[in-house]
């Protein structure tokens, strides 16, 4: 009888010892499994792809790089090439040079002294002159009422010293004043003394005109009057 209770419990004792011992080795084997499984995944995965699985690893992955973008020559040919600025600099600046460059007027070529050479800036007065006064300035014209001559004339549109009367260069002077004389009037310009008059003396300066409706519109004025240079009195000879 005690034979029989001794294997009892004997039995009892191993089969509680298996149950308990089977937990254990199942735990173990459901470890080595997930340990073998994770090495077979790192092999077998690149590195990127671990860092996914396994969301407590302390590397960061790196940002994608963008692609770059491709486009089509059909494409390229339809962009607009880039507009070239134009240099406009360099024109303002000459431009504006031009602006503030000074006009300069010379003497008639029949003025050949160096010394008594003069420059004038827009249309003023000489700088250097002989003498100055003031004259009293008419304007006359060919024809019978003002030379007492008609253009059948011989000596029609002829001066007193022999040169033919030309608007913009011939003046009536004085006696006192000799032919060839350059005389600079305000207003008016370089003149030549190449004739004179009856009623033309003292301050008194004839300027010649190409007509009758210049002459009328002209009157008669007080100018300034400069004698740039003096004439050698000669007369022409034809």
């Known amino acids: ?33 997930y340990v073998q ?35 089509p020559k059909e494409e390229q040919s339809k962009v607009p090439p880039a507009s070239v600025p134009k240099r406009t600099d360099s024109v303002a ?28 800036a827009n249309c003023k007065s000489p700088k250097q002159y002989v003498q100055k006064f003031r004259g009293n300035i008419s304007a006359y014209t060919n ?9 059948r004339h011989p000596d029609y549109g002829i001066t007193a010293s022999g040169h033919r009367t030309k608007a913009g260069v011939t003046v009536a002077a004085g006696r006192h004043i000799p032919y060839g ?15 004179r008059g009856g009623a033309i003396k003292g301050n008194k300066i004839d300027v010649f005109m190409s007509n009758m409706k210049q002459v009328n519109a002209f009157g008669r004025r007080h100018l300034d009057v400069y004698i740039v240079k003096w004439g050698d009195g000669k007369r022409k000879h034809r």
């Open 143 to 151: 024809g019978l009422s003002e030379t007492g001559k008609t253009s």
């Open 181 to 195: 004389t350059v005389l600079y009037i305000e207003g008016i310009g370089y003149r030549t003394v190449h004739d």
């Open 93 to 120: 600046v000459q431009k504006k040079n031009r602006s503030n460059s000074p006009t300069v007027t010379a003497l008639p070529a029949s003025v050949n002294s160096t010394q008594e050479r003069v420059v004038t």
């Open 37 to 71: 499984s994770r090495e077979k995944l790192q092999v077998a995965l690149p590195p990127t792809a671990f860092l996914l699985l396994n969301p407590f690893s302390a590397q960061s992955l790196a940002p994608p790089t963008p692609a770059p973008l491709i486009v």
């Open 1 to 33: 009888m005690s034979t029989f209770f001794a294997r009892l419990v004997s039995y009892w004792v191993i089969m509680l010892t298996i149950l308990v011992c089977i937990p254990l080795i199942g735990h173990n084997t459901t470890s080595l499994s």
